[in-house]
């Protein structure tokens, strides 16, 4: 049996892809913010769900340092922790700057750090880093500078794990969603066609055929699922 964590594991993206995963037959290590929100995650006998603050640089590391002592291998991770915000340059002070830093680039980090180290000793292993249409187009970024800049340094930190990782079986992914369809994006765009958006449960499909055997000669992927959104 493979083990995958999934942070993020009780967001609206992150119950679909914790579902794929235990259906597809991996121990799931989830993680939840906070105690109360374990309660919203089906129990499963080969799921563990963990409450941790993932900014914490020292709780991130004694976290994954806890899961490869049990499990002994961890064979995937799916970054899934982040947040959102709006506001162009005008509008973005230094304290949303690391707001967003914080939750979509440290978060990821701080995870990612011990487990690239956990991934090369084995010769083996897969990230994958949840990316953002508006950190690749200008366009979409400039009314959302916080989000946008916080999220584009996940491309960089990628970038940087291939080269490190090269010639070897650990690879580093980034999805990069357009809109996904869940209720606060539907509350928020009462106007919009969520026909056109991702369905978590296609984002799901598309993070188990990374984590699969038939993805294996993959490298270096930034997979921009966007539908007609």
Request: proline share 3%.
């Amino acid at each position: 049996m493979k083990t995958i964590i999934i942070t993020g594991a009780d967001g609206n993206l992150g119950t679909a892809v914790t579902k794929a995963f235990l259906d597809e037959g991996y121990a799931v290590v989830g993680t939840v913010l906070h105690d109360a929100a374990k309660d919203a995650i089906a129990s499963h006998p080969h799921l563990e769900i963990v409450a941790i603050n993932l900014t914490d640089e020292a709780a991130a590391t004694t976290f994954i340092g806890s899961v490869i002592e049990k499990y002994k291998k961890v064979d995937a991770a799916l970054l899934l922790v982040g947040g959102f915000a709006m506001g162009d340059m005008e509008a973005t002070s230094g304290s949303d700057l690391k707001k967003m830093y914080a939750l979509n680039f440290e978060t990821a980090y701080y995870a990612a750090r011990p487990l690239f180290k956990h991934m090369k000793e084995n010769g083996k292993g897969r990230i994958v880093f949840m990316g953002s249409r508006p950190a690749l187009k200008a366009s979409d970024g400039k009314s959302m500078v916080a989000y946008a800049l916080s999220k584009s340094l996940l491309f960089t930190l990628a970038d940087f794990m291939n080269s490190d990782a090269e010639k070897t079986n650990v690879v580093t992914t980034v999805v990069v969603p357009s809109t996904i369809d869940t209720p606060v994006n539907r509350d928020a765009m009462p106007g919009a066609d969520p026909s056109t958006w991702v369905k978590p449960e296609q984002l799901a499909n598309i993070m188990k055929f990374i984590c699969s055997d038939t993805a294996d000669v993959l490298r270096e992927t930034v997979l921009k699922v966007y539908n007609n959104a």
